[in-house]
């Protein structure tokens, strides 16, 4: 016997009736790690955070990408692009008036030349991208939503996604997801480019995506939880309480960090009802 799901889910969309009008690899990872989070974030509850490592990851991420589409730029130039994204988050973060620890943030742009001499030959050693940033979208079977996303680094036989981190890197299932669903959109390799920059030294750790499928089922799962869940109610505070979710926002995990908003969100949709 067919699902209700599998019958009616192009007739009937939960996700209409709260505002949700497509998926991204952003929500489908921050589902599967903390579904109530999803949930307030659903509700308006939302906070924009700013930390030294994302600004340090944007603003590198810049200066690689007008590297890759100019060969001929020599790397002060790629440096200076670094920077001037780096002025365009410091005037964001000083017109919300927004916490920020600047002095960390300091020390992590002392790495900034290093970082782009030790990469920036090796990304060119791909060729030039046909795109960047470029806006993708893919269909989930028998959901009503499609998937959306921008993808870094696009060339002709790949899709390329940057990260950079501290820690020794290795292909978590959030980038095996955020990539396979590029190569759905696209049709090519998708690879995961880990800047690694501890201390000491600056890296280039590459890790193709290879089980593009069975990651395709799984967010094709997940997809249908986040359907299933909002199907509760058109209304999110009864989808909240139905839900018995128990979320942690006590912020004692540095790895599940809840925003001033987030807590005010989750106060009200978790706890008030008991």
């Known amino acids: 016997m067919a699902s209700y799901f599998e019958e009616d889910s192009m007739k009937n969309n939960p996700f209409e009736d ?12 921050k589902f599967r790690k903390n579904p109530a989070k999803w949930l307030v974030n659903i509700a308006g509850y939302r906070d924009r955070f700013y930390s030294p490592a ?3 990851g944007t603003c590198i991420e810049q200066g690689v990408t007008h590297g890759c589409f100019n060969h001929d730029a020599p ?3 790629c440096i200076d692009v670094v920077n001037a994204e780096y002025e365009k988050i410091y005037s964001g973060i000083k017109k919300e008036k927004a916490e920020y620890d600047f002095d960390a943030c ?6 900034t030349k290093d970082t782009i001499e030790a990469v920036l030959p090796l990304f060119r050693s791909f060729g030039v991208p046909v795109d960047a940033q ?3 979208e893919h269909q989930i079977d028998d959901l009503p939503i499609p998937m959306i996303g921008y993808i870094d680094l696009l060339y002709e036989d790949c899709v390329r996604d940057i990260k950079t981190t501290g820690i020794k890197p290795k292909p978590k299932k959030d980038y095996q997801y955020q990539l396979s669903f590029y190569a759905k959109a696209t049709g090519v390799t998708p690879v995961v480019d880990c800047i690694y920059v501890p201390k000491t030294k600056k890296e280039l750790h590459s890790f ?8 395709w089922i799984e967010i094709k799962r997940i997809a249908n939880k986040m359907m299933r869940l909002l199907s509760l109610s058109s209304d999110i505070s009864e989808v909240c309480y139905l839900s018995c979710l128990e979320p942690d926002i ?5 790895t599940n960090q ?17």
């Open 106 to 111: 300091a020390k992590k742009r002392e790495m």
């Open 208 to 215: 193709e995506v290879v089980d593009v499928d069975q990651n």
């Open 54 to 56: 994302m600004s340090y």
């Open 75 to 77: 790397i002060q130039e």
């Open 134 to 136: 470029k806006r993708v």
């Open 258 to 274: 809840w925003g001033t908003n987030e807590i005010i969100g989750a106060n009200k949709l978790f706890f008030e009802r008991g």
């Open 250 to 254: 006590s912020n004692e995990d540095f």
């Open 18 to 29: 709260h505002g949700v009008e497509y998926f991204s690899p952003t929500s489908i990872n």
